[in-house]
C-alpha cells in the first residue's frame, strides 16, 4: 500500500522557519513529480512547490525565495524548509506524487497520490 506521511507542522510565529517532511511507503517516487500544496481556510487548494525527477524545481511566486523543496532519494522522503513565514502561509499542506509527469509544473487533478496533510499556523 503506498502512503505518504508529513510532519513537521506546528505554530510558529512571522519570520520563523519550519521544515516539513514526508515520508514515502509502498513506492519509491525517485522518478516522479512530488509536490507540495497547501489550502488555507476556504481557499482551495494550490501548489507551492514541485520537484521534478531531473532536480528542476518550480516555485509559486508568492514562496519563492522564502521555501525550498529537496529529496533524499535514500530515504525516500521529501522536504519542504520554510523560512520567513508570513501570517498568509498558514495552512495546511500535503505533498502528493504525480507518477504520469503529465504536466510541468504539475496540477492539483494528475496527482496521483496524496498525503493527509500537516497544520502550520503561522502566528503574529
Known amino acids: 500500500q503506498v502512503q505518504l506521511v508529513e510532519s513537521g507542522g506546528g505554530l510558529v510565529q512571522t519570520g520563523g522557519s519550519l521544515r516539513l517532511s514526508c515520508a514515502a511507503a509502498?513506492?519509491?517516487?525517485?522518478?516522479?513529480?512530488m509536490a507540495w500544496f497547501r489550502q488555507a481556510p476556504g481557499k482551495e487548494r494550490e501548489l507551492i512547490a514541485a520537484l521534478r525527477w531531473t532536480g528542476a524545481t518550480y516555485y509559486k511566486a508568492a514562496v519563492k525565495g522564502r521555501f525550498t523543496i529537496s529529496r533524499d532519494n535514500a530515504k525516500n522522503t521529501l522536504y519542504l524548509q520554510m523560512n520567513s513565514l508570513k501570517l498568509e502561509d498558514t495552512a495546511v499542506y500535503y505533498c502528493a506524487a504525480d507518477l504520469h509527469r503529465s504536466t510541468w509544473p504539475p496540477r492539483l487533478t494528475g496527482m496521483d497520490y496524496w498525503g493527509t496533510g500537516t497544520p502550520v499556523t503561522v502566528s503574529s
Open positions: 509502498g513506492r519509491t517516487f525517485s522518478n516522479d513529480y
